[in-house]
């Protein structure tokens, strides 16, 4: 309280930040970069746990018969559908076998109305398979969730084979079958069109609506689903299980469900794996520490993007904690996991979860994993983003001194005449203004002082001798009319004043960057919804759509960076905005650092990687005479921006795919890369209702626009 009633110690605390800020925003920004990427080093990160008890892992024996022989008769039964077409997936094979074990067998239509009219002009017709086994002793109240995607022979091709799924699926449920200890229901969903076909079935379980997805009503259901787990494995040769947890918009499973798979895995000598990546001997090692960095940043790369990494992804939207076990394909001659021990890796988490008595809330939903038996949570990953984002804020207050005049005026008057050297440059900016404000006072420093005109002496004295003057005789002298000269101007006055150029007075405060904020934010509006209006409107071009959608963006882009110079006024220098740069910036900051930390929230990733490359060029960015320095900050502006961060993407996730590409191709192939991102972006806000192009759109292009004002605003 002494702080903010004593007007010296407040002014003290300005000076030290108006004098050390640049330095402590540098500092603030370093120590959280490093201390952010050192939770994956072991010491500092905490081991996974079970917060829900009831799950009660491992606890009994599995019930499965030794060997499994069913599991090896669907699955040659299978093989033998298959084999007779390639290019379609046996669903009817598949909906008879699920009939024959006296389940609750419906199918389930839905139609595709596809958001970009220029790609496809039919509407897209799938069929979800879906069966139900009723608890015996409970009321349908609660219902657990195993889905499987339906792949074709062909579609296998590009993406994890399923066949082992489903044979596994329908071996598990004449299993279940038999068993009496259920008291919730299980439901068996196999999905068509990969999460188009579950975003379907999860809308009309829930009685939701799509303009997009058109699904029809479920002719029968369950109670509250409590989690879902989703099955991609192939039918031979499993290497080791793939754990995926990433949902769509960054949400995360609970962390209990993935301490529950991990456990009942290595129960069953099945090697678990997150991000392709096990688990290194040595964490505390350099070597492991780097190990566990890089599962830990892939981890992020993945949850940064907001694209569900499977098909649970889409139960997450629905409060239903979902992961995908993915059985990754190796050639033979390597050792391989048998299809009945992931077998019994499922029906464990099954049976855990059969347990549950209510829904998971006791453990985590927001962290990070660097390996599978370590976790860094919310607790712990927030204090270090917190200061690379508060480095920009403290930049913020600095200017906002800078420009406060209540500041600069109180700072300039208690400084004592004697005072040192080093507090005058403190206070600057305050004997700056005062500067500035005589000069405007004054004739002006670049016009030569005979050349002054009379009106603009009788103004600067008239400021001055206004308060000594009657106001008897400050009536008289409005009393004329309009159109009548003073007597103290002449016809030559006139002739002088019409040949000079005035430059119109810079708005102050407020005004001066509303201009800039409205122009960021119409340019905001018109990349989120350029690519409706351009699929839309200008079927007559007979190109792509993913073409269409990118040239687009393209020219919303070129449009923000060529609003400076549109939104230039007539002054001295035909290239600057009339503004005041400190508080454009200052709006900027402030603006960020609210995106920042209210992404953080949701999607740690995201935040983080923005707030990695924007945040330094951002506080660095400032208006400049010199030509080189000016296009340096252009530049890394231009690397930062949403555009450039997209091209960075798609750099990045050709080299992981192919590293043995030059350099050249590797840059050719990243924009087709940075065309298919955006596509799916888009496709992803219209089917899935993701918000990463909303935020791109809304939050951090025309933040991006207000920096890159700066450079063209008044020094």
Same mark, same amino acid.
């Given at each position: 309280m002494g702080l903010l009633t004593d007007t010296k110690q407040r002014q003290i605390v300005l000076r030290m930040i108006l004098r050390y800020h640049q330095r402590l925003s540098i500092l603030l920004y370093i120590v959280g970069l490093v201390w952010f990427l050192a939770l994956a080093y072991r010491p500092l990160n905490a081991g996974t746990y079970f917060s829900e008890n009831a799950l009660l892992p491992g606890l009994v024996e599995s019930d499965l018969p030794h060997g499994f022989p069913s599991l090896n008769t669907y699955t040659d039964l299978l093989k033998a559908e298959i084999s007779k077409d390639k290019k379609r997936a046996p669903k009817e094979w598949i909906f008879k076998q699920l009939q024959s074990l006296g389940l609750d067998t419906y199918r389930h239509n839905f139609t595709i109305k596809y958001p970009f009219k220029m790609a496809i002009s039919q509407d897209?017709?799938?069929?979800?398979?879906?069966?139900?086994?009723?608890?015996?002793?409970?009321?349908?109240?609660?219902?657990?969730?195993?889905?499987?995607?339906?792949?074709?022979?062909?579609?296998?091709?590009?993406?994890? *084979?399923?066949?082992?799924? %489903? =044979?596994?699926? /329908?071996?598990?449920? +004449?299993?279940?079958?038999?068993?009496?200890?259920?008291?919730?229901d299980v439901i068996f969903l196999l999905s068509e069109f990969e999460e188009v076909g579950v975003q379907a079935w999860?809308?009309?379980?829930?009685?939701? *609506?799509?303009?997009?997805? %058109? =699904?029809?009503? /479920?002719?029968?259901? +369950?109670?509250?689903?409590?989690?879902?787990?989703?099955?991609?494995l192939p039918s031979e040769n499993v290497r080791y299980l793939n754990l995926k947890l990433e949902g769509l918009n960054g949400q995360l499973p609970n962390l209990d469900l993935f301490n529950l798979a991990v456990k009942l895995s290595r129960r069953e000598s099945v090697p678990a794996t997150l991000q392709h990546r096990r688990d290194p001997h040595d964490q505390e090692s350099w070597e492991g520490y780097q190990h566990t960095l890089r599962t830990m940043l892939k981890m992020m790369w993945t949850q940064a993007s907001g694209a569900p990494s499977g098909n649970h992804g889409l139960f997450h939207r629905f409060h239903i904690e979902a992961l995908t076990i993915e059985g990754v394909h190796k050639k033979k001659g390597v050792r391989n996991v048998p299809l009945e021990q992931v077998a019994r890796v499922v029906e464990g988490v099954f049976r855990s979860l059969n347990n549950l008595l209510e829904r998971f809330h006791q453990s985590f939903f927001f962290y990070i994993l660097p390996s599978t038996d370590r976790y860094?949570?919310?607790?712990?990953?927030?204090?270090?983003?917190?200061?690379?984002?508060?480095?920009?804020?403290?930049?913020?207050?600095?200017?906002?001194?800078m420009t406060h005049s209540d500041v600069e005026d109180t700072t300039d008057e208690k400084a004592p005449q004697d005072e040192t050297e080093e507090e005058k440059s403190a206070s600057g900016e305050g004997e700056q203004g005062e500067e500035k404000e005589t000069d405007d006072q004054g004739d002006g420093k670049d016009k030569p002082k005979g050349d002054t005109s009379p009106l603009l002496k009788r103004q600067s004295s008239g400021d001055k001798s206004k308060e000594d003057t009657p106001e008897e005789e400050i009536e008289e002298e409005g009393e004329g009319e309009q159109g009548d000269l003073p007597d103290h101007l002449t016809a030559e006055d006139l002739a002088d004043l019409e040949d000079q150029d005035f430059e119109p007075i810079a708005m102050t405060g407020v005004l001066s960057v509303m201009p800039v904020v409205l122009m960021s934010y119409l340019l905001g509006l018109m990349a989120y919804t350029a690519p409706y209006v351009l699929t839309n409107f200008?079927?007559?071009?007979?190109?792509?759509?993913?073409?269409?959608?990118?040239?687009?963006?393209?020219a919303v882009f070129s449009a923000g960076l060529a609003y400076p110079y549109l939104m230039n006024r007539k002054t001295a220098h035909e290239d600057r905005i009339v503004s005041d740069w400190r508080l454009v910036k200052c709006v900027g900051l402030i603006v960020q650092g609210l995106t920042l930390f209210a992404v953080s929230l949701m999607n740690i990733s995201l935040a983080f990687f923005m707030a990695a490359v924007s945040v330094p060029v951002s506080m660095a960015v400032k208006p400049t005479r010199n030509i080189f320095l000016r296009t340096i900050l252009q530049l890394a502006l231009l690397i930062v921006s949403p555009m450039g961060v997209l091209f960075i993407a798609a750099v990045a996730n050709t080299t992981m795919h192919n590293s043995s590409l030059g350099l050249l191709a590797v840059l050719w192939q990243a924009i087709d890369e940075t065309k298919q991102l955006l596509f799916l972006l888009l496709v992803d806000q219209y089917l899935f209702y993701?918000?990463?192009?909303?935020?791109?759109?809304?939050?951090?292009?025309?933040?991006?626009?207000?920096?890159?004002?700066?450079?063209?605003?008044d020094n």
């Amino acid at each position: 309280m002494g702080l903010l009633t004593d007007t010296k110690q407040r002014q003290i605390v300005l000076r030290m930040i108006l004098r050390y800020h640049q330095r402590l925003s540098i500092l603030l920004y370093i120590v959280g970069l490093v201390w952010f990427l050192a939770l994956a080093y072991r010491p500092l990160n905490a081991g996974t746990y079970f917060s829900e008890n009831a799950l009660l892992p491992g606890l009994v024996e599995s019930d499965l018969p030794h060997g499994f022989p069913s599991l090896n008769t669907y699955t040659d039964l299978l093989k033998a559908e298959i084999s007779k077409d390639k290019k379609r997936a046996p669903k009817e094979w598949i909906f008879k076998q699920l009939q024959s074990l006296g389940l609750d067998t419906y199918r389930h239509n839905f139609t595709i109305k596809y958001p970009f009219k220029m790609a496809i002009s039919q509407d897209l017709n799938g069929e979800n398979i879906f069966a139900i086994l009723r608890a015996r002793r409970g009321a349908s109240t609660e219902a657990l969730v195993m889905s499987v995607p339906l792949r074709s022979a062909a579609a296998q091709n590009q993406r994890t *084979s399923t066949d082992g799924g %489903i =044979a596994l699926m /329908l071996a598990l449920a +004449s299993q279940f079958r038999k068993n009496t200890f259920w008291a919730k229901d299980v439901i068996f969903l196999l999905s068509e069109f990969e999460e188009v076909g579950v975003q379907a079935w999860l809308d009309a379980y829930h009685e939701s *609506s799509s303009p997009y997805v %058109i =699904a029809d009503d /479920l002719p029968a259901r +369950s109670g509250a689903i409590q989690a879902a787990i989703n099955l991609e494995l192939p039918s031979e040769n499993v290497r080791y299980l793939n754990l995926k947890l990433e949902g769509l918009n960054g949400q995360l499973p609970n962390l209990d469900l993935f301490n529950l798979a991990v456990k009942l895995s290595r129960r069953e000598s099945v090697p678990a794996t997150l991000q392709h990546r096990r688990d290194p001997h040595d964490q505390e090692s350099w070597e492991g520490y780097q190990h566990t960095l890089r599962t830990m940043l892939k981890m992020m790369w993945t949850q940064a993007s907001g694209a569900p990494s499977g098909n649970h992804g889409l139960f997450h939207r629905f409060h239903i904690e979902a992961l995908t076990i993915e059985g990754v394909h190796k050639k033979k001659g390597v050792r391989n996991v048998p299809l009945e021990q992931v077998a019994r890796v499922v029906e464990g988490v099954f049976r855990s979860l059969n347990n549950l008595l209510e829904r998971f809330h006791q453990s985590f939903f927001f962290y990070i994993l660097p390996s599978t038996d370590r976790y860094i949570s919310i607790g712990l990953y927030m204090p270090p983003f917190a200061l690379m984002v508060v480095a920009g804020v403290l930049k913020a207050l600095a200017l906002w001194i800078m420009t406060h005049s209540d500041v600069e005026d109180t700072t300039d008057e208690k400084a004592p005449q004697d005072e040192t050297e080093e507090e005058k440059s403190a206070s600057g900016e305050g004997e700056q203004g005062e500067e500035k404000e005589t000069d405007d006072q004054g004739d002006g420093k670049d016009k030569p002082k005979g050349d002054t005109s009379p009106l603009l002496k009788r103004q600067s004295s008239g400021d001055k001798s206004k308060e000594d003057t009657p106001e008897e005789e400050i009536e008289e002298e409005g009393e004329g009319e309009q159109g009548d000269l003073p007597d103290h101007l002449t016809a030559e006055d006139l002739a002088d004043l019409e040949d000079q150029d005035f430059e119109p007075i810079a708005m102050t405060g407020v005004l001066s960057v509303m201009p800039v904020v409205l122009m960021s934010y119409l340019l905001g509006l018109m990349a989120y919804t350029a690519p409706y209006v351009l699929t839309n409107f200008t079927p007559g071009l007979k190109m792509k759509t993913a073409d269409v959608i990118l040239y687009g963006i393209l020219a919303v882009f070129s449009a923000g960076l060529a609003y400076p110079y549109l939104m230039n006024r007539k002054t001295a220098h035909e290239d600057r905005i009339v503004s005041d740069w400190r508080l454009v910036k200052c709006v900027g900051l402030i603006v960020q650092g609210l995106t920042l930390f209210a992404v953080s929230l949701m999607n740690i990733s995201l935040a983080f990687f923005m707030a990695a490359v924007s945040v330094p060029v951002s506080m660095a960015v400032k208006p400049t005479r010199n030509i080189f320095l000016r296009t340096i900050l252009q530049l890394a502006l231009l690397i930062v921006s949403p555009m450039g961060v997209l091209f960075i993407a798609a750099v990045a996730n050709t080299t992981m795919h192919n590293s043995s590409l030059g350099l050249l191709a590797v840059l050719w192939q990243a924009i087709d890369e940075t065309k298919q991102l955006l596509f799916l972006l888009l496709v992803d806000q219209y089917l899935f209702y993701s918000w990463t192009y909303t935020l791109a759109s809304f939050a951090f292009l025309p933040t991006w626009l207000l920096f890159w004002a700066v450079p063209f605003c008044d020094n």
